[in-house]
């Protein structure tokens, strides 16, 4: 099993950033690819960026690219997604994922969100 803990939501202005983090613990972090999901009101959960467990690279959805960064330590534990330029649109419940697989999935487990509201 592994919880996974995310931090760092908040309330931002248009243009500004901000940085979001997942404690992970209960399985070696470093044999999992992680991923940060959002899912915005009214709408579906969507992929932002995740981290292929094998060769470390970094996969970005088209609406962040160049905007956010998500990177991990694995000494401890956490994964990061450090958001740059927000828009009102970045408005959302941001979860941290974990899985076995590839960065398109699956992922076995889910943090509880944190919510990151852009105001414009």
């Known amino acids: 099993q592994v919880q996974l803990v995310e931090s760092g939501g908040g309330l931002v202005q248009a243009g500004g950033s901000l940085t979001v983090s997942c404690a992970a613990s209960g399985r070696t972090f470093s044999t999992l690819t992680v991923a940060w999901f959002r899912q915005a009101p009214g709408k579906e959960r969507e992929f932002v960026a995740g981290?292929?467990?094998?060769?470390?690279?970094?996969s970005y959805a088209d609406p962040v690219k160049g905007r956010f960064t998500i990177s991990r330590d694995n000494g401890k534990n956490t994964v990061f997604l450090r958001m740059s330029s927000l828009e009102p649109e970045d408005t959302a419940v941001y979860y941290c994922a974990a899985g076995t697989g590839f960065v398109l999935g699956p992922y076995n487990y889910w943090g509880q969100g944190t919510q990151v509201t852009v105001s414009s």
């Open positions: 981290i292929n467990r094998w060769t470390g690279a970094p």
